[in-house]
């Protein structure tokens, strides 16, 4: 099995992942934007998401900016933006912002560059960085700031029924899938089989 | 906010993401599946993943075997089984096979047993347990040790495409979906546009 082929089957095995474009700027004002599909849930309370991030990978620009600032924002998009969002993973010179013409949106108070277009935005705050010694990547930790998304998407219990926004999905390094609810369920006792839920 | 609203909230904020059934088996021989969603890709070579595990709840069972076996399974299914898939979470005093009367499958030499109806099957090795210690979660890495799939998923470069098999994807504590692809695209380069790839 060649390097390539190995790396494409690794990867897509891991199954299907949130399409994630991070958005930073460096201590000298320069915005970026590149797509991560490593979003991880830590906790709710503190509300803290992981991010893995490699060293060598066009993301170091993202890392070094997170470490030197301390923000970043997640941007969940559409699925009509698959190309724009893959296309974030090219070596730019410039900033991703400026040459795939994506608008930029600033929340008060808070210093990354949020997307504009994207229909979900998470602010985070940097919190830690633990270095995953077993193959040199790291975990960018962070805890959530803000959150902007339509109202419209919040069931009654909080969950947000990210499908009504056509959220880009992701799978290995270059697969793009929109996704179709199924059901909810309730939480699960061992009486009995948990029964279906609406999304509301 | 209460806690309830708050944790709905944020874990279906952290987007899309595989359902993993997680199969171990403890020393004294009593096999446990598990559901999670936090599976994540470390690397290719060596091939690793990770998953996110709380030693305070149901997953305790998965950790500890783990931890005293070496060897677990994670296991895919597709759509159909989203109800069992989501009952596995319940707290049985039993083996969650048993309960819900789920078929073992034994790979040669692997100790740890799979779900037979499961359509992508890993085999994962035991690696390093890292604390994450902001909030007392732990992250299991393992190494891929088998796969078992179907040929007909694999693409030419070695890309799997999992939405053939109709493969269960989770957002939140208790929401599934199914997957449509949208499309591939080529390496992304700054001179271009990535040019739509098929997927075969």
């Known amino acids: 099995m060649d390097a390539s082929y190995r790396r494409s ?5 891991a199954g299907f992942r949130q399409a994630v474009l991070v958005g930073t700027i460096s201590d000298q004002g320069v915005t970026n934007v590149a797509i991560f599909n490593s979003l991880i849930h830590l906790g709710a309370n503190p509300p803290l998401f992981g991010l893995i991030s490699r060293p060598d990978s066009v993301s170091r620009d993202t890392l070094r900016n997170i470490l030197n600032t301390g923000y970043y924002t ?3 998009v559409s699925t009509d933006m698959a190309q724009i969002a893959h296309q974030t993973s090219a070596r730019y010179d410039v900033s991703e912002f400026e040459a795939l013409k994506l608008q930029q949106f600033y929340s008060e108070n808070f210093l990354a560059p949020f997307i504009q ?6 602010g985070l705050k940097f919190e830690e960085k633990l270095d995953i010694t077993i193959n ?3 975990m960018i930790i962070g805890s959530i700031d803000r959150i ?3 109202d419209d998407i ?3 219990d909080g969950f947000m029924d990210l499908s009504r ?11 793009y899938y929109s996704v179709n609810p199924i059901s909810r369920f309730a939480y699960a006792k061992p009486t009995h089989m948990a029964t279906k839920l609406d999304f509301n």
Chains 1, 2 share one sequence.
């Not at 926004?165 to 697969?175: H, I, K, M, R, Y």
């Open 9 to 13: 089957m690794i990867n897509s095995l």
């Open 154 to 156: 919040i069931c009654n």
């Open 136 to 138: 040199g990547t790291v």
């Open 165 to 175: 926004l056509n959220v880009l999905v992701s799978c290995g390094l270059d697969a």
């Open 148 to 150: 902007i998304v339509h």
């Open 74 to 76: 997640l941007n969940f």
């Open 117 to 122: 277009d994207a229909v979900v935005k998470i």
